[in-house]
């Protein structure tokens, strides 16, 4: 079974920039996370897709965005990029439980953004 | 809100010595405790879990048990090989369907 796929692995942008970040959940996973991993503040929560629609979102700027499409396939876009936008990006996926985390998330292995 | 905290790293150990990390949490109600390791330039797998008090998770040798008068969570192994060495990561979860992560624990295993 193929695991969690994230395209690209590396994206070197510009500030002001935007990019968009692409993430293949493993077959028959319906919900898709995506976290924010940078040394200053460790892993954060970025939002959580489940059936195409937004489920939850963490404390970040409207410049972060994201989408599901209707195979599960997530994207999240970057507009405006600032340098603190640097980081590993790792998407996630899970079967969903709407109870919580019970149903443990599998990680992809990032794509890691440089913004110069 | 929840909150992690894991013991800082980097932790150095000798080939087959005993590990311990120790990770607390704070949260409203009851999260699943989770530990996830991350190889250099890999994303973070899962270790190991557990969803209520008492309940012991284990996997390669690994062990943790949620300890709810405590409030921890901590991560032992008796034995610990060079292919251990790894960030290792303590979460939680809770009704808000995110995990919360402590800091992470570089882990470094000398032969």
């Known amino acids: 079974k193929a695991g969690v796929t994230q395209t690209p692995r590396y994206l070197i942008k510009t500030r002001g920039q935007q990019v968009t970040l692409s993430c293949s959940p493993i077959?028959?996973?319906?919900?898709v996370s995506w976290y924010q991993q940078t040394p200053g503040q460790g892993l954060q929560f970025l939002f959580e897709?489940?059936?195409?629609?937004?489920?939850n979102k963490g404390n970040f700027p409207g410049r972060f965005s994201g989408r599901q499409f209707s195979n599960s396939r997530s994207e999240m876009n970057v507009s405006t990029l600032e340098l603190g936008d640097s980081a590993l990006y790792l998407c996630?996926?899970?079967?969903?439980?709407?109870?919580?985390?019970?149903?443990?998330?599998?990680f992809g292995n990032g794509t890691r953004l440089t913004v110069t | 809100g929840n909150s992690v905290t894991q013991m800082e790293g980097p932790v150095t150990l000798s080939e087959e010595a005993f590990l311990t990390i120790n990770c607390t949490y704070t949260?409203?109600?009851?999260?699943?405790l989770f530990w996830y390791v991350q190889y250099p330039g890999e994303g973070l797998q899962l270790l190991l879990k557990a969803t209520k008090a008492d309940d012991k998770g284990s996997n390669k040798g690994f062990e943790a048990t949620y300890r709810k008068e405590t409030t921890s969570f901590h991560l032992e192994k008796g034995s610990v090989q060079v292919s251990d060495s790894a960030v290792y990561f303590c979460?939680?979860?809770?009704?808000?369907?995110?995990?919360?992560f402590g800091s992470g624990t570089q882990l470094t295993v000398l032969p």
């Open positions: 996630a996926s899970s079967l969903y439980d709407p109870t919580g985390y019970n149903s443990p998330l599998h």
């Open positions: 897709y489940f059936s195409e629609t937004q489920r």
């Open positions: 979460a939680s979860s809770g009704s808000a369907r995110q995990l919360t």
């Open positions: 077959s028959g996973h319906r919900s």
């Open positions: 949260a409203t109600g009851y999260p699943s």
